[in-house]
């Protein structure tokens, strides 16, 4: 602090002027920032450095600083000094403050938040038009956060219906992230989730620039900037370079600024959403930060909806698949037989329900063998052919063992037959990769029985059964089927003894 310098003085246009510079200041729209307006304004007027400072959270920040120099540094002095200026609700006048040789004149507002407008030169302390553009600079932040907060709500309203509607996990990634981005008016956008349960985190969707780009990066938790901010919880607000000095300049980015936003809570993070170079080739305000703030809300609130529904799917799928050989279980094969009788019943035009018992010919002497590990191997890869041999809607089941089930809706018989004869050549011609197991063969038996509007569930399997067992008694490596009368073989191959 030091005693007053010769003041400078207002004419009466820059009173005039003064007055008036806030009735032009509109509230802000993304990319546009009033402050800055507010304080260009009054320097150009005044003809010289201003800023204005806010106290936020527990600490001052400048607000705002017009483009000419010098600047006004906060440091531990200043900071004791717009403390004192503003410690006194009531106060009027204005504070002179000098600091390497530069004198200032600080002229607080007792409105909240707290807001000081800072002139360089010695100007008069009891000015009482500095004070009011001071006064006017705290209702127009005041005014520009009541703004902000609605325009926040209402983005973040419009997010949320948006991600209402969406069904799939991948609608609801491009909605956030296009969402945030056009939200704060920035060119690019990404979001990355972690891709399992070892938390390293995957850039799922873009916006902006292709995927294709990142969609092989996989950032460990705490390292670089999403990284960080993953393992954080915390959001990340850079305007400059020099603040992240390790961060990598890439040729798609314009601007140095950017924002990363956790989503979801510190101790349950679901992802991290980035935004980088606004339209305006301006940093990212405060204003930006909150309006991303609030959309990271019903963004959260999406992703957990979609992560819980990939869980019970996940459930739903292993309640209904056999885990080794991947091919669906007993249960979900007697549910969907059922149903599928009960429709061909109902659709009496429609073609009958078919269904192919097979087992795979001597398997135990693999085990003897091989070792119950191929013996694993084995039922694997058979259930693999099973798959690949018949329709995507067809369901093939592990019935139990080495025993195989196939049901297949809407066919007829002479399709079946195809099937039923495929299935048995490919097993037949079936060579296991894996090393010493190159000697290893093996055969199926296969029973084929049609459905019909008596036959119940039950009944139709014991068919089939009927017709696989008279395949073994016959040599195996052969397809029977089953007629209302009898069963008849109709192919056969050569008996592995042959």
């Not at 509607?165 to 956008?189: P, Q, S, Y």
């Not at 399997?461 to 007629?483: C, P, T």
């Amino acid at each position: 602090m030091t005693d007053e310098p010769t003041a400078f003085r207002l004419t009466p246009a820059q009173i005039h002027l003064l007055l008036q510079v806030h009735l032009h200041i509109e509230p802000s729209t993304a990319g546009d920032d009033p402050m800055t307006r507010l304080v260009g304004g009054v320097s150009g007027i005044v003809g010289t450095k201003t800023a204005i400072a806010q106290r936020s959270r527990g600490k001052w920040e400048i607000a705002a600083q017009s483009a000419d120099q010098p600047t006004f540094v906060l440091d531990p002095e200043s900071t004791r000094t717009l403390d004192s200026v503003s410690a006194d609700s009531t106060q009027r006048a204005g504070t002179h403050y000098s600091s390497s040789g530069e004198t200032w004149t600080i002229y607080a507002t007792p409105a909240r938040p707290r807001v000081v407008l800072i002139v360089y030169g010695g100007w008069p302390e009891t000015d009482p038009t500095l004070a009011a553009v001071a006064q006017n600079a705290g209702m127009t932040l005041a005014l520009e956060a009541a703004h902000e907060r609605a325009r926040s709500s209402t983005a973040a309203h419009r997010l949320a219906r948006r991600l209402a509607h969406a069904h799939t996990a991948r609608a609801v990634w491009d909605i956030v992230v296009r969402g945030m981005a056009t939200a704060v008016n920035a060119r690019l956008g990404a979001l990355a989730l972690p891709e399992s349960a070892d938390q390293r985190l995957e850039i799922v969707r873009t916006y902006g620039y292709p995927i294709e780009l990142v969609e092989h990066l996989r950032i460990e938790p705490g390292t670089g900037v999403l990284g960080s901010v993953f393992e954080s919880g915390r959001l990340l607000h850079v305007s400059r370079a020099a603040d992240v000095p390790e961060r990598p300049v890439r040729p798609r980015y314009r601007t140095p600024s950017f924002v990363a936003v956790p989503i979801g809570f510190r101790t349950a993070p679901l992802g991290v959403v980035c935004v980088a170079d606004r339209r305006d080739n301006q940093a990212f305000t405060r204003a930006d930060v909150s309006t991303l703030r609030a959309l990271a809300a019903p963004a959260a609130l999406a992703l957990d909806r979609e992560r819980a529904a990939a869980r019970a799917d996940r459930y739903a799928r292993a309640a209904t698949v056999d885990p080794l050989s991947g091919a669906f279980n007993r249960r979900y094969f007697d549910a969907r037989l059922e149903e599928e009788l009960q429709r061909s019943r109902r659709h009496p035009n429609a073609h009958a329900v078919a269904l192919l018992m097979l087992d795979l010919d001597d398997f135990k002497l693999i085990n003897d063998s091989y070792g119950h590990p191929a013996g694993d191997t084995v039922i694997c890869d058979i259930a693999e052919i099973l798959r690949r041999s018949v329709r995507v809607f067809d369901v093939c089941a592990r019935f139990g063992g080495e025993e195989f089930a196939i049901l297949m809706p809407n066919s007829s018989l002479e399709s079946a037959v195809k099937v039923a004869a495929r299935i048995r050549e490919q097993i037949e011609s079936y060579h296991p990769i894996e090393p010493g197991l190159g000697e290893l063969r093996t055969t199926a038996s296969i029973g084929l029985a049609m459905s019909a509007p008596p036959l119940t569930g039950r009944e139709l399997v014991a068919r089939a059964d009927e017709a696989l067992y008279e395949a073994k008694r016959q040599g195996k490596n052969r397809v029977r089927i089953a007629d209302s009368m009898a069963t008849e073989t109709i192919i056969e191959g050569p008996t592995p003894d042959d």
